[in-house]
């Protein structure tokens, strides 16, 4: 059955650092989310991607953070300069279209120092 | 916009006991609504899901109906496990906002004693 996968599943940082987050959707689907959880806290929507663009973003999706589909597979987040609020559990969605359920990734644990 | 409130946690229960969490929903149109649960250090799985009122969703011994009179979508289990301890998060999409993005909520967190 295909699945979402991310890479790394844990990134360590120092305060300050980019890191790219990457996400490979499962192949047929359309639109493409990242998702954040603090550490004990709920999952936050950061942003939507469709057609190869934004299509919505929340108040957390500042100017440090991009989003990008560079090759057809790949659906990276990038984050310019870390700070340590970006310590979370980052999670990559995908879904076909015409439907409701979003696949989740396994996560990627960002941690910065 | 869109809304999910869970009833707080976190809940403690003895093996086999009887387990309701409460779900209530805010949308406009018509979402499709979910349940994941998180084991610790781990990621979201999908428990169940209902798309339309009056669906019930089932996984596992866990079950949800998709009531649109009361905007509810209450988790419930006969008797518990201890592996069932868990972080339950209540969820919904809908394919009329802009992009279809999930709204969950706060997450109920389940210990279940043997």
């Known amino acids: 059955e295909p699945e979402v996968t991310q890479t790394p599943s844990h990134q360590v940082t120092q305060m300050g650092q980019e890191v790219i987050l990457r996400c490979v959707p499962i192949s047929n689907h359309l639109y493409f989310y990242w998702y954040r959880q603090i550490l004990g806290q709920k999952v936050e929507f950061l942003v939507s991607?469709?057609?190869?663009?934004?299509?919505?973003k929340s108040e957390i999706f500042d100017d440090q953070f991009s989003v990008e589909r560079p090759d057809g597979s790949n659906f990276t987040l990038k984050i310019r300069s870390t700070k340590l609020e970006d310590s979370a559990m980052y999670f990559c969605?995908?879904?076909?279209?015409?439907?409701?359920?979003?696949?989740f990734g396994p996560g990627t644990r960002l941690t910065v120092l | 916009g869109n809304s999910v409130t869970q009833m707080e946690g976190p809940v403690t229960l003895s093996e086999e006991a009887f387990l309701t969490i409460n779900c209530t929903y805010t949308a406009t149109g018509y979402p499709s609504l979910f349940w994941y649960v998180q084991y610790p250090g781990e990621g979201l799985q999908l428990l169940l899901k209902a798309t339309k009122a009056d669906d019930k969703g089932s996984n596992k011994g866990f079950e949800a109906t998709y009531r649109k009179e009361t905007t509810s979508f209450h988790l419930e289990k006969g008797s518990v496990q201890v592996s069932d301890s868990a972080v339950y998060f209540c969820a919904l999409s809908a394919l009329n906002t802009n992009a279809g993005k999930s709204t969950f909520g706060d997450g109920t967190t389940l210990t279940v004693k043997p």
């Open positions: 969605a995908s879904k076909p279209s015409g439907y409701n359920e979003q696949f």
């Open positions: 991607f469709y057609n190869n663009e934004i299509s919505e």
